[in-house]
């Protein structure tokens, strides 16, 4: 019996050998199956192989961290973190489990938590810097920076960043990061070293190339940006703005029939490229051309006309549309013949100048029932099918002209200094003259009244240099315009009169000796107001004066001209309350009311 025992227990002690020599070998097949269907996406069924290979080896760190991967992919990450908790709870010493936890917290938009797990990672890589530990350091860093990032806490990704690229100088990633982050700290030349480092480390990339060119045509470097769209074009880049952008590196070097050629191409892939190509600063100088406009259609090169802007720009013209806003009318858009009348906004507008597709406006809310009950919004700017409306300033501006992609402007409320800044409200500066109102914008020059001078004309080049006067004409408010070599303005105070003078302050001439305000000019002629009560014009050398309304005792203001119309408004001179907007043919063949107030 004792022999027979002792056999017994012998077999029962070489099964148990048996069952636990052979059990990680048969774990470790349920893990190469796992890994298997992982590599072909099986995700699922890799589970159910790793929850096989756990039930024989509970004890193995290893199958949890690799479920875990598998369940990030189906999306479980509670139970993927669960997972790495246990993974870390068998082996302190490994950071694959907290990295991978920091993974699946990032997945799951807990970046606060997540690197508290990426800084975990590199706490056990300084504590226990093994091979496997230490390569994990690189994509540790690569991530904190990505959720410093996205934290918005820009300096701190820096530092990982670069940290990252003293890992691996070789791993475009970081430097792909570092860029985006400096791009949005306006450090456009650094990003530009990093866009470059980044073509350098994967020459063959097409996307790379591509986002060097937008780095350089950022700085304006279009003649380095231009082959960089071309090396991406010539590695296939399925992507149609590369066209696009390559068009606006030729508009900007002057290369025009290859500009209006790539434009073509881009336009017929994708109408967008209309739009963009209307408001794009690289196409300015093309907005004359016919091919270009046959293209995109008519865009102004400047927002209004001076004699416009200064009769509180209540009318603008681009191509064959009219733009308009008088009080209640809201502001409203129509085809110069008078058809397809749409209205954009119901707030109305003063200082209107279009560009493009946009209006830049000064807005204001009108009550219905009192038509002088007005409440200033914002300097906005407008889409021109009324879709968006973006404030881009709350200051009230005055002699607003809109020239390329530059508005230029003075305000009240910022005594008068004249003022510039981009379309988008970007590189506000302002020039060192102040007060200074009735500013027009010419051929880089700014024609303004110094308040400083008794209102006497003057000019300052756009680049803040040059400074002189040109003439003693002065006036409360000057009407100036500017027609070719010309300037045509109003003097109210001590030599009353309409002048005529060269813009180099020359050749001044008195056309007309009488109390003009509101002066226009379109064309041959001048139009303007004489005692506040009729309206008159006549030719740009004083000739041929004619009266075109009679204000019968009623005051006339506010002249703007589009096409064959003259914009006017009559009000009470006793209380100056309004009684209604109209026009009149240049001939005054025809008249017609626009709207009145009752």
């Known amino acids: 019996m004792k022999k027979r025992l002792v056999f017994v227990l012998g077999i ?133 920076g990505d959720i410093f990032l996205a934290l918005g806490k820009l300096n701190e990704s820096i530092w990982c960043y670069d ?88 508009a900007a070097l002057d290369k025009v029939s290859d500009a209006i050629q790539l434009l073509g191409i881009a336009v017929s892939s994708d109408s967008k490229y209309i739009e963009y190509a ?5 196409f300015v100088k093309l907005r004359v051309n016919k091919l270009f406009t046959d293209i995109v259609g ?120 004249p003022t510039v800044m981009k379309t988008d409200g970007s590189k506000k500066k302002y020039f060192n003259v102040l007060p200074a109102k009735s500013l027009s914008v010419e051929d880089n020059w700014i024609y303004f009244q110094n308040g400083y001078d008794r209102n006497s004309l003057y000019k300052i080049s756009t680049n803040g240099g040059d400074y002189q006067k040109l003439s003693d004409v002065d006036a409360y408010t000057m009407q100036m315009n500017i027609v070719d070599d010309y300037i045509y303005v109003a003097s109210d105070y001590f030599d009353q009169g309409l002048y005529k003078l060269k813009i180099d302050g020359t050749e001044q001439k008195r056309l007309l000796d009488a109390d003009v305000s509101y002066v226009n000019t379109a064309g041959e002629w001048i139009y303007f107001i004489i005692y506040s009560d009729a309206l008159y014009r006549m030719k740009l050398d004083g000739s041929n004066m004619q009266k075109l309304v009679d204000g019968k005792g009623l005051g006339i203001s506010s002249i703007n001209i589009a096409g064959d119309w003259v914009y006017y408004n009559l009000y009470s001179i006793q209380d100056f309350k309004n009684i209604g907007h109209y026009r009149i043919t240049t001939d005054a063949s025809k008249i017609e009311t626009i709207i009145e107030y009752k």
């Open 12 to 144: 029962i002690l070489l099964f148990q050998f048996t069952v636990v020599a052979a059990a990680p070998n048969k774990a470790d097949t349920y893990l190469k199956t796992a890994q298997s269907l992982m590599a072909n996406g099986k995700h699922e069924e890799a589970i159910k192989n790793l929850d096989d290979a756990i039930k024989l080896s509970p004890k193995v760190n290893q199958y949890y961290i690799l479920k875990g991967s598998a369940l990030i992919e189906t999306k479980k990450y509670q139970d993927a973190i669960a997972c790495f908790d246990i993974a870390y709870g068998l082996n302190f010493k490994a950071a694959d489990a907290s990295y991978q936890k920091g993974k699946a917290l990032t997945l799951l938009g807990k970046n606060e938590d997540a690197l508290k797990s990426f800084d975990a990672v590199l706490s056990i890589i300084t504590k226990y810097p093994t091979e496997e530990n230490n390569k994990y350091a690189f994509d540790t860093y690569l991530r904190k």
């Open 298 to 417: 008519a865009i102004n090169v400047r927002g209004n006309t001076h004699g416009n802007i200064h009769n509180y720009g209540h009318v603008a013209v681009q191509g064959d549309w009219l733009y308009y806003s008088f009080d209640l009318t809201g502001l409203v858009k129509e085809r110069l013949d008078g058809s397809d009348r749409q209205k954009i906004s119901e707030e109305c507008a003063d200082n209107i100048n279009i560009i493009g597709d946009w209006i830049y406006c000064n807005l204001y809310s009108v009550t219905k029932s009192d038509h002088s009950d007005f409440k200033y919004l914002g300097f906005y700017k407008v889409k021109i099918d009324g879709s968006e409306k973006i404030k881009i300033n709350d200051k009230d501006f005055s002699s607003v002209n809109v020239v390329g992609d530059s508005i230029y402007y003075s305000a009240e409320s910022e005594m008068y200094k």
């Open 278 to 282: 209307r408001e794009d600063k690289e």
């Open 163 to 250: 940290k990252a690229i003293l890992l691996n100088a070789k791993a475009y990633q970081p430097y792909t990061g570092k860029a985006i982050v400096l791009q949005k700290l306006m450090k456009l030349d650094e990003a530009l070293k990093c866009f470059s480092k980044i073509a350098e480390l994967q020459p063959q990339s097409a996307l790379a190339h591509y986002n060097l060119g937008l780095a350089f045509m950022s700085v304006e470097k279009y003649s380095e940006a231009l082959p960089a769209f071309e090396k991406a074009i010539q590695l296939k880049l399925d992507n149609n703005d590369v066209v696009y952008y390559k068009a606006a590196c030729c």
